[in-house]
């Protein structure tokens, strides 16, 4: 069964990959996105049947002294729960896809990337071992370098790939160093065997960087780096919103539910190790609350409504960290849970507006759209809901649950954090509704502004549509590009040379339109988990059955009762994010709907806070200061003066030389003329008879 469920979305990886040209595109579809429905179906049967924790093995990996790593899967309840997350939005994204990508020629190759990275996230989270674990990680990575770069002919996908992918190498070189540690310190990588050796090892040190450590701590902020990677946490976050070159099936699949929440699953996952090691759960926990705040106030200028909900993504993910930080494990598990339906629902209903749209992503060009597409206008206002927590949601169960736990913590930095959720929350309420606004009501903007700017040069159209339609003064070059540069995605190559690059004019005069049945059924599935997965789940994750729910998947030390706790908090705190959803929905409804000159003239008025949200903090121009130019100069430098000069310079080509001066110098003997010849023959015959004179003198003689 469990089989079933990790390698079928293998096998319909094979299929298409190896054989989509001979099958045509339409069966790949059929046969990815059929194999991945029915390891839905087996995941919820699995999920809903519970049962105790068991060990299924694969196969015995392979053996190196003394580690010892099998292919093994570990179930247990964590396991069923990512299991069904995993494969439901997968399926969902994988049925979307065939009517957002109907019109691409490379369908089957992307559905191979599908299935693929769904087959490496189902390794992962079913790991028994950190090898494993490290296995699938590393093939997250890959496959969605290949899906954010699907559309390899754009520069800008290409460069987001790779962008995303070695920043997630970063994560990656601490959550090796990690691993390895753990092994030295246990002996074995396999989380059973780690688990049983926690209490003997808590109290080791160990040296590092000149320093002694608690070996414990370091070890698990070492794992927690690479889950700062894989989970866009503040310092390694800049990878998240570029990926929003892929399709935005790609969006979904990476953003809501899969990549992103691994590091979130591999901290809940280790929860017995961090259990043991307070001073890295406080790291957690502040990294967690900065992660929330930071990525909201982006949110609140940003223009593409793609970015928009990136950030939302990368501000949830704070939410979850702060949960596992604060000890609340069974919390931040149940907003992952949640999260990836309403997160999902918000991405595919941001495609679906895209596709209404004609791949226009610019919310400046949107408005009106609520009387052209009212099925996607309703599904993004359930998701949005959601996100912001309003009351009975999925999002307002596992999101209040969060904030109550940072504030009845007693562990350093939860003070900080609470702060940063709670501003976070009034923050998210903002953006949220500033998106609806701005792309569903109001005038439409999508008609003669489309057109206008289509005939206008570039550069006027950059400095033009900043304030056009939003109100607001006119970008930085570098956030113009951002938001006009890359973000129009192609439904095929073909559009790459025909569309608009900067994302303005091309099907201008074209009545947006509601998307196709195959994919607003994925969106009304989508709806009901945004809507119901909390008030149907929360007595399972967070509430009375919590304990016989959990079981051992999630640690509860004997001095953890923070889940208890949450429930004694003041009737303030409870009532926090209701109060901040209302302050958010009033402040963008007064400044999107009754006012909407007002943005511009808040922008005009403190223009440097204005351009410093829209430039992401300029994250990205201090680490290319820092990181990529010393280091493309560096490299530059290896290339020609130690690659050419010296290595080339004195070994193959330095020789090369010195033996053509030479042949050349031995060029010159050979003259052509006897006479010349003849006087070195003459040279050469008395030599040697010198050399015959001298040598045959008896010894002493002169």
């Known amino acids: 069964m469990y089989h079933a469920i990790v390698f079928f979305p293998l096998i319909g990886f094979l299929i298409a990959g190896l054989f989509g040209r001979y099958i045509g595109a339409r069966a790949c579809e059929y046969i990815t996105t059929s194999f991945l429905a029915f390891t839905a179906l087996i995941a919820w049967g699995v999920f809903i049947d519970g049962g105790p924790a068991e060990r299924v093995q694969v196969a015995s990996w392979f053996a190196a002294g003394d580690l010892q790593v099998d292919w093994a899967f570990k179930i247990d309840t964590l396991?069923?729960?990512m299991l069904v997350v995993v494969t439901t939005v997968s399926t969902l994204v994988h049925l979307y896809s065939v009517g957002y990508m109907e019109e691409d020629p490379h369908r089957p190759r992307f559905f191979a990337y599908l299935s693929l990275f769904t087959f490496a996230m189902l390794m992962l989270v079913t790991a028994d071992n950190l090898v494993q674990m490290f296995f699938g990680w590393e093939g997250v990575g890959l496959a969605s370098y290949l899906l954010i770069g699907f559309w390899y002919e754009k520069p800008s996908a290409n460069a987001a790939a790779m962008k995303a992918f070695i920043v997630n190498r970063v994560g990656d070189f601490g959550f090796s160093l990690g691993i390895f540690l753990t092994f030295v310190l246990t002996g074995s990588v396999a989380f059973d065997a780690i688990f049983d050796k926690v209490d003997a090892i808590k109290t080791l040190s160990f040296h590092f960087l000149g320093y002694d450590w608690n070996a414990l701590t370091l070890a698990c902020l070492l794992l927690f780096m690479g889950a700062m990677g894989k989970s866009a946490q503040f310092l390694l976050h800049t990878w998240l919103p570029d990926a929003m070159e892929g399709p935005t099936p790609v969006s979904a699949l990476i953003h809501a539910a899969t990549m992103v929440t691994a590091g979130v699953f591999m901290v809940a996952r280790l929860s017995p190790l961090f259990e043991e090691a307070p001073n890295a759960l406080i790291v957690v926990t502040v990294i967690g609350g900065i992660t929330a705040f930071f990525a909201a106030t982006i949110g609140l200028v940003q223009n593409d409504i793609k970015r928009v909900i990136a950030y939302s993504t990368c501000s949830q993910l704070g939410y979850m960290f702060v949960a596992l930080g604060v000890g609340a494990y069974s919390a931040g598990v149940f907003h992952l849970f949640t999260h990836a339906f309403f997160k999902a629902l918000l991405f595919l209903g941001a495609g679906s507006v895209i596709h209404a749209m004609h791949h226009e992503q610019d919310m400046r060009n949107m408005g009106g759209l609520r009387r052209y597409i009212p099925y996607t206008s309703a599904m993004m206002a359930i998701g949005s809901l959601a996100l912001i927590g309003f009351p009975y949601t999925a999002g307002y169960y596992s999101k209040d649950a969060i904030i109550e736990a940072a504030y009845a913590s007693t562990r350093p930095g939860h003070t900080l954090a609470f702060l940063c959720v709670v501003v976070a929350a009034f923050f998210t309420s903002f953006y949220s509704w500033r998106l609806f606004f701005m792309t569903f009501e109001g005038p439409a903007r999508w008609g003669a502004h489309a057109a206008h700017d289509h005939h206008d040069a570039p550069a006027v159209a950059h400095s033009t549509l900043a304030h056009e339609a939003d109100g607001l003064?006119?970008?930085?070059?570098?956030?113009?590009?951002d938001d006009h540069g890359h973000d129009i995605e192609p439904a095929h190559r073909s559009d790459l040379v025909a569309d608009d690059h900067h994302g303005h004019g091309h099907h201008g005069d074209h009545t947006p339109h509601e998307s196709p049945l195959v994919m607003t059924i994925p969106l009304a599935i989508l709806a009901f988990g945004a809507l119901f997965a909390g008030i149907i789940f929360h007595d399972r994750f967070i509430g009375e059955g919590m304990d016989a729910f959990w079981g051992h998947a999630l640690a509860h030390g004997p001095n953890n009762h923070i889940m208890h706790e949450i429930h004694e908090v003041p009737a303030l705190v409870s009532y926090s994010p209701l109060i901040m959803l209302i302050l958010g929905f009033v402040l963008a409804y007064w400044m999107y709907i009754r006012r909407p000159e007002l943005p511009g003239e808040l922008a005009a008025q403190q223009p440097s806070l204005y351009r410093f949200l829209l430039n992401k903090w300029y994250f990205d121009e201090i680490y290319d200061r820092i990181f990529v130019r010393p280091a493309k100069d560096f490299g530059l430098f290896l290339w020609k003066q130690g690659d050419g000069r010296?290595?080339?310079?004195?070994?193959?080509?330095?020789?090369?030389?010195?033996?053509?001066?030479?042949?050349?110098?031995?060029?010159?003997l050979q003259t052509g003329y006897v006479y010349h010849y003849a006087f070195v023959m003459l040279i050469g015959v008395a030599g040697l008879i010198s050399w015959y004179l001298m040598s045959g003198l008896p010894k002493g003689a002169h």
Request: proline share 6%.
């Open 79 to 81: 396991t069923r729960v």
């Open 473 to 481: 003064p006119g970008h930085t070059e570098g956030a113009a590009h």
């Open 646 to 668: 010296i290595i080339d310079g004195l070994g193959p080509n330095g020789i090369a030389a010195r033996v053509v001066d030479v042949t050349r110098g031995v060029v010159r």
